[in-house]
Structures are given as C-alpha cells and as structure tokens.
C-alpha cells in the first residue's frame, strides 16, 4: 500500500538571487520564499512520521519525529544507504527499484503512436492533502531532478525558509509515483511546464504552442499570466525539472503555480528539449486523428471491448490495418466522390487471438463487406485469462481535402 508522504526541504546555504532584500544576506535553511496563502509554518503544520535529510552530496539521514510536534527537528539521525532504503523505512510494503537514483531512464514520449502520449513515473501533488507524511531537508541549491527522484519514491511536501527564520512547508502534497503513463484514450489537452536554465517553457498542448518566462523577479507574475489563463478548475498540468534547474527554483515555481488556483498537479524528470516534445506530440496527434491516402481519410473511433484484452492492444492492432481498411473505402470513393461516414464492425476475437466472426454496416454495403473481411484476417493478441473478447468498433471515413 502506497503511504502518502510529506516532504519538507530545508538547506544550510544562501537563497535565490531574488530573495527578500531583508534577507537576502541570510544563511537559508531551506529555499527560501515570501511568507503567503501557499505556506504553512513548520509549527502549525501537523506532525511527520519522519524527517530525511538529503545533503549537498547526496547523502540520505533519517530519523522519527516525537508524538508531541511544535515544529522542533530531531537531534539525532541515522545514515541511509540510498533510496531503495529509504522507501523501504518510511513505506516498507513498497517494491525496490533497480537505480533509484537514475533519471535517464525515463521515457518522455513514445514514438509509436498507438501508444499515445506517455509520461515518466511522476508524483501526484494535492493541496492540502491530510495524510501521513515525512519530513526531508536539503539544501535549497540542490538538484531538483534528485529531489523530484526522492518526492517520487517516497511522496511528500516541500519545506522552506520563511521571513524571521521561521521554518514552513508548501501546501501541496505529494503522492509518489502515482501514476506512470496515460494514453490517448484518456488523455485530452493538457498544460507541460518546463524548468530549464534559462527560465520555465510553459506547453499548451497538444497545439497551442510555448511561452517562455525567463527567471527573474517577474517570473511568478508573468506565470501565474499564463496559468491563471486556464482558469481556477486548472488544466492537467505536468511539472519538469531539467538537469541544470535547482530546489530553489522549482520551489519558485510551486508557489507562483498555487497562486495561479493549481490545486492538482503532476511532478516528474523533465522529459527532453520542450521544443522537441512540442513538435513530436503535435505530429503525433496528428497521427491519431486520422490516416490517409491521396484521397482519402479514416480515423478510428474507440473499441468498446467485453472480454479480458486492453482496448489499447485492439486499437494499436486494428492501426496496422489502417491501408487495408482505406482500400475498402477509396474503391467505392472512386465511384461515389461524395461518400463519407461511420462503418460500424463487430467482430470475436477467439482465445488465440484470431477473428472468429466479423460483421459491418453502415456507408455502402460493398465498404462495409470489404472491412469485415479485413477484419476477418487480423491476429491480435492472445486475451488474458483463456476468454474470448467481443468487439464493437467504430471507423470514420470521409474524402481527403486538398
């Protein structure tokens, strides 16, 4: 069972270059941010089951709290090996992973379309989420990718450095690994926003292009702009972090996005060059929305499947038949220049993955016949568990435009 965690991280070097004036000469333990709706102080936030601290080098301690919180920090802690350790103190009914620590294992987007969009293994984060959680201290200069690889593994919410010294955590909570890739199926347009070197590419996808907001004093105004824009529902926001962006920043971005009404968002490795993720899903989408020849177009509608087989292996499958299937339609396009509309096929796929009965209607009779026998002669998957799947699947087919 997957515990909720809550993370709060806390440093023993300087702040970000746009910290208050007043503070800015400070040692901060932790990044360092305006006190605001966003923030809870350490105090009056409710008690950790644990406090980790990831130091500058890497290096994980951890040690429990006392039943009785005020906000103070254990004095003592003990070593942990790496993160697989970790995971396994604060929620030992979880799975080891083979290389905790690793972030170039992720894959940003499948290049084969049936596979629809993907996401790397991401935390879920809530705002104020009421659950156990563990405390972490780090240095606000640290790595986000390490942090971002911690708060996926265990969960949690990010500490800061309030004005006057005082210690507080972020409102939003983390939930590891919640979820690991979401397919075209179930995914409509969503929002990416990218933490790079030079600033935050906020993506709009799967077509609405990048915005750019260069790090500064401005950032959280020019951000929450663009956010805010969404409206306060919040759209399915992803957040990245690159390799050459720090705790602090990712913390300046938490907090200008909570402005903004996000109460929901998702926190992963950053996926590769925002501009090449932008253009691979835009051709991507333009991949599912149809198939097509010189003359014309099919786009395949969504299986409606009983039977113990994944409507994405029945869709991925039936794509492979995309040519096959457009030749059925463009011969009788020849003849009828103005034919277009929705074959409606039923067909068994028997428990070795063959077809056993195949049925179509709808758009000509001569259409309709040719695709039940494409259909006919598809192999698919074996279904799980022995059955049989019945099918229904709808393909739309309509004259190219030129």
Partial sequence: MIRSLVMVVLAACAGGK??????????????RVADGTAVLPLGKAPRPTHVVWLDAAGALSIAPTDKVWTGGLPAAKQPVVDLNALAQ????????????WSFSSSRALETD????????????????????????LAPPQTAAKRVVELTRRVGGRFGVALPRAQLGTLRVVFRPDAIGSVTDETRGGWVEVHLGKTGIDVLSLPANGIAHVAWGKAMPDELRAIVGGFGKEGPKLDVFAADDVTHQQLVDTLVALDAAGVTKLFLGPSPGPPHTRHASITALVAAQRGDMTDTA?????????QGDL??????????????????????????????????????????????AASSASGVDQAVADCIAGVIKAVEFPKPKGGGGVQVNYPFTFRPRET
Avoid: H
């Avoid at 746009?18 to 990044?31: F, R, V, Y």
């Avoid at 049936?114 to 659950?131: K, N, Q």
């Avoid at 059925?328 to 068994?348: E, H, M």
């Fill in 18 to 31: 746009d910290a208050p004036p007043s503070e800015a000469s400070a040692p901060s333990p932790a990044p």
């Fill in 89 to 100: 103190l604060v929620s030992p009914d979880e799975p080891a992973v083979r290389d905790p």
């Fill in 113 to 136: 379309a049936e596979r629809g969009f993907e996401r790397a293994p991401a935390a879920l984060g809530l705002r104020d989420l009421d659950e156990p959680y563990v405390l972490l």
């Fill in 297 to 305: 177009v099919i786009v395949l509608g969504q299986p409606n499947a």
């Fill in 310 to 355: 994944e409507k994405t292996l029945i869709r991925s499958t039936i794509r492979k038949q995309s040519k096959a299937l457009l030749a059925c339609y463009d011969t009788q396009l020849a003849k009828q220049p103005d034919l277009r509309g929705t074959v409606s096929t039923q067909f068994f796929i028997t428990p070795m993955g063959t077809v």
